[in-house]
RNA sequence: GGCCCGUUCGUCUAGUGGUUAGGACGCAAGGUUUUCAUCCUUGAAACAGGAGUUCGAUUCUCCUACGGGCUACCA
């Protein structure tokens, strides 16, 4: 790519960004990277009805955590701001003229319960309303095309509520071109002539998305497949204005896992899994909604699999770092079909990077867990549990669970596996385990595993009878890593400790 | 309803006219671990349907079906 990539992750701050927001973003800032280019982040607040103001700070916050920060964008590197479409009111209102003068544009001055009867009455006799020249100068609509200049004049400084629609061209075949999808051709004569400016003196998302671009120098629009159908509308608007037009790329949806329709915000709790990035609380509702961030997903694991979805490297290679998704990154091989998202795959991800951490990592992350649970043991102690226990976990969550019993006692004795390994002579046995194991001087692994193996063979009685109400008594649980390794971390005196409690609550 | 986009194992996908249709998640079986998990091996599992083009179509074209999106003075 020899131009300058500028590329622009635009949301709307109506809430929190949900993961097929974040996937646009990181599509974006991979582009971006790739050829060295620049990642804006611009807000679009043009509706104010909707307008979320914890919003805004929530998507930073989640750029950052997901690792994949703007260059230019609110309050940073502000070259071409300001980013708040709502800052830039005044801006849009002289390019609405500028099309209104070229013949591009008109008044309109019907009003939606107006247009709502048209949409009725035409529905009512199999017909769809498009707001074209199929009707708009046959008298039935208001606005600059059936009206004299006197009358609009007239109605304008009446202060009556006027739109500003697009003058969409008859009679043309439109064939664009998607970065993605190649070809796409539409018909002009199926196309309304969409409102560029509100009455409420606002542009809409089609005026104010084209003249940022433009003023922006956005070089790629990387964005949802929700917007293709806009894509003629917005040609259109570059020739219109006689600029340049930036490439386009529409990515396709992510998809609920079960069920039909793309993934929604109010999916997340519903299904089990969830669907923003970090907690969001609704301000209007006190709502809370889980993250990833929450849930003990890393975020690089989080991002590795949002970028597999929907795009593959054509290679067997499943497990990226940034750099190296930067790298392998390219539009051409983004598939165009939508994706369900599988909670499961996400698990399997995090599971794959936090095997990768090192144990020095994993234990400073333990810490907070083992505080919880009024635990406090050596760094070294810590590590050594860690890399026991690492292999069997999912989320650092997991840890408290799969080593408590490195920690303290267990209390108690899960009753199904009691009642199978633990028979009638079994506390004898044990009893004289606990003889067995008093006489090893250096409680080794290697020790206790020839004086305890030793002393099974000459009873000359199944491993198994010994072996699992042995890890019954000192775990719990028939679960865990070797007995001997547990044994010796814990030391000799908690061993017999534990036993001793196993006989009196089960023999 | 109209317009647009899509359609390979249950899911994510590789595949660009000739392949035993490959991988991953998940699932199942076996092995390892005298436990559990990990790990290893193996297995089941797909070209939506129909026409055409072609010596030959998963791959190209058309139709149908299905899925998805849009259809607001929301983005």
Redesign the pocket.
Known sequence: MSENVRVRF???P?GALHIGGVRTALFNYLFAKKHKGTFVLRI?D??Q??YVANAEQYIVDALEWCNIPFDEGPGKNEKFGPYRQSERKDLYKKYADELLEKGWAYYAF???EE?DAH?KDHEAN?K?FI?NWHNREKGRLVNSLVLSEEEVQQKISAGE???VRFKTPQDEVLVMQDEV???????TN?L?DK?LF???G?????LA?IVDDHLMEISHVIRG??????LPLHTLLYRAFEWESPKFAHL??I?K?VG???LSKRDGDKLGFPVFPLEYTNEKTGDVSRGYREDGYFSDAFINMLA???W?P?T?Q?LFSLEQLVEAFDLA?V??????F?P??T??FNQQYLQQKTEEELATLFLPLLEKNNVSSDRTYIQKVVSLIK??AVFVDDFWGLSSFFFENPTEYEAKAAKKQWKETTGDLMTELVTVIETIEDFSIENAQTDIKGW?TSKEI???K???PL?LSLVGK??????FEIMTMIGKEATIKRIQNAIAALS
């Open positions: 635009a949301p709307s109506t679009e043009t509706d009805t909707r019907d009003t939606s247009l949409r199999g769809t707001y509520k006027y739109v999808r190649g070809e796409v051709k539409v018909n199926t309304d409102v509100k009455s409420d606002m542009p809409t998302y089609h998305n497949e929700e917007w293709l159908p806009s396709s949806l998809l896992p039909k329709g793309k597999l979805l929907g593959n054509g067997e499943e091989r598939s165009k079909s939508g994706a369900k599988s499961d795959k698990k399997w292999e069997r099974i199944g491993f198994g010994v072996m699992q890890r028939l679960a865990g890593p070797d007995l």
